[in-house]
């Protein structure tokens, strides 16, 4: 009979955890995705640092990531967690932005996607727009 329930935990410390996560993201620096599309294939692009790319690089899974921040008490750990996660934001963001990576793709993983309410019938619904007119010296709307 077993005398715990679950897996071990991946770090002793909160400063262990964040050495971790810089050490994949020194790894996604020095390991650039090969681009076949390029002439001659040999493009490199800067690999997007990702929760999934931490946690396979962790030896973990996401969900087990995920359950450790939920459950942890430990504000060091939150902290440092809430840091690694900003990190991957702000990597993916910048690098989006300047056209490293391709922005709506990058947009949708961040939740960053613009949202339209569709109609039944597929047209996007917009607002009417408001007509604005100066009318002795008072602004009407119509």
Known sequence: MRS???????FGSPTLMW??????????VANPIIDPRSFGGK???????????????????????RQFKKRTKDKDFTTIIQDIEEAVFQQKF?????????????SRDLGLADKQDVKHDGIPETPAAK????FNGKKVEF
Not at 19 to 28: G, L, P, V
Not at 43 to 65: D, H, V
Not at 94 to 106: D, H, M, S
């Open 4 to 10: 715990t329930h679950g897996r071990d935990l991946l």
């Open 19 to 28: 050495e971790a996560a810089c050490d994949y993201f020194d790894w996604c």
């Open 43 to 65: 493009q490199k692009i800067q690999r997007p640092f990702t929760m999934e790319g931490l946690c396979r690089f962790l030896n973990c899974n996401s969900a087990y990531f």
């Open 94 to 106: 910048e690098n989006a932005a300047i056209g490293v990576y391709k922005e709506n793709l990058i």
């Open 131 to 134: 007509q604005v007119m100066i």
